[in-house]
């Protein structure tokens, strides 16, 4: 790996991020609304290139009718359609979800698989799709690179790389392997709600005086990270 590509931090370092993280958020949850794990599968699937509030307003009454393959493929792509249209791209991805409906029962019995390599196979499920399943219907410590997480690795520095996999390898080796399991939603809503894309607010931060980003403010005081998690400055 060169230079260009190396985190900038020592492995203390990392740790000492990722316990502030887990101070501030013990139990961090992902925000996409789901009943199942197949709902789940859908959720992540529409979220492409749309907010999880949005994806969540529009599937509420959709899974309320189709919370299985076999509902889902019932229903039908004009009237999954219907129920979807307020989320970016909805034709195609109405159409997904028909395709991964009816693969799930022809291949897979109805039930949503346990492999990344059986993920992908679904229509309209990529890698990042399949980690987020992985995470949070089976419990597998993934991080799936969204733009949030692909923002902050290199913003903060912590794992650059070129592409979304090359971040998730990245990320991988550099996060200790105890807080691997919660790494993902603590970056994700990290970039959601304290390093945005527009403006960081780094005053809020609890690593602002470790972060090595150049944009960061400058002359952050270290946080009280040792105050119980509701005494800290609430994000989200």
């Known amino acids: 790996m060169s230079a260009r590509q190396r985190s900038a931090y020592s492995t203390e370092e990392v740790e000492e991020i990722f316990r502030r993280f887990s101070v501030q958020r013990p139990e961090p949850k992902g925000e996409l609304e789901h009943v199942n794990p197949f709902t789940l599968v859908v959720a992540v699937a529409l979220s492409a290139q749309a907010t999880d509030a949005g994806v969540n307003k529009a599937t509420r009454a959709l899974f309320a009718v189709a919370d299985t393959p076999e509902k889902m493929l019932a229903l039908g792509e004009e009237r999954v359609r219907d129920y979807i249209k307020t989320i970016g791209l909805y034709r195609n991805k109405a159409k997904n979800v028909i395709a991964l409906s009816r693969k799930l029962i022809t291949d897979f019995g109805g039930e949503v698989p346990r492999t990344r390599e059986e993920l992908v196979t679904l229509p309209g499920v990529?890698?990042?799709?399949?980690?987020?399943?992985?995470?949070?219907?089976?419990?597998?410590?993934?991080?799936?690179?969204?733009?949030?997480?692909?923002?902050?690795?290199?913003?903060?520095?912590?794992?650059?790389?070129?592409?979304?996999?090359?971040?998730?390898?990245?990320?991988?080796?550099?996060?200790?392997?105890?807080?691997?399991?919660?790494?993902?939603?603590?970056?994700?809503?990290?970039?959601?709600?304290?390093?945005?894309?527009?403006?960081?607010?780094?005053?809020?931060?609890?690593?602002?005086?470790?972060?090595?980003?150049?944009?960061?403010?400058?002359?952050?005081?270290?946080?009280?990270?040792?105050?119980?998690p509701q005494a800290i400055a609430a994000v989200g």
Not at 150 to 161: N, Q, S
């Open 126 to 228: 990529g890698r990042k799709t399949a980690n987020v399943v992985l995470s949070m219907a089976f419990g597998e410590a993934t991080i799936a690179v969204d733009t949030h997480i692909f923002r902050i690795a290199h913003r903060i520095r912590i794992a650059p790389g070129k592409t979304p996999d090359e971040v998730e390898a990245h990320l991988l080796r550099v996060i200790p392997e105890h807080r691997l399991y919660h790494a993902h939603h603590w970056l994700i809503l990290h970039g959601r709600y304290v390093c945005k894309a527009r403006r960081p607010e780094c005053e809020r931060c609890v690593i602002a005086d470790i972060c090595k980003s150049p944009e960061k403010t400058s002359d952050i005081p270290a946080p009280l990270v040792e105050l119980p």
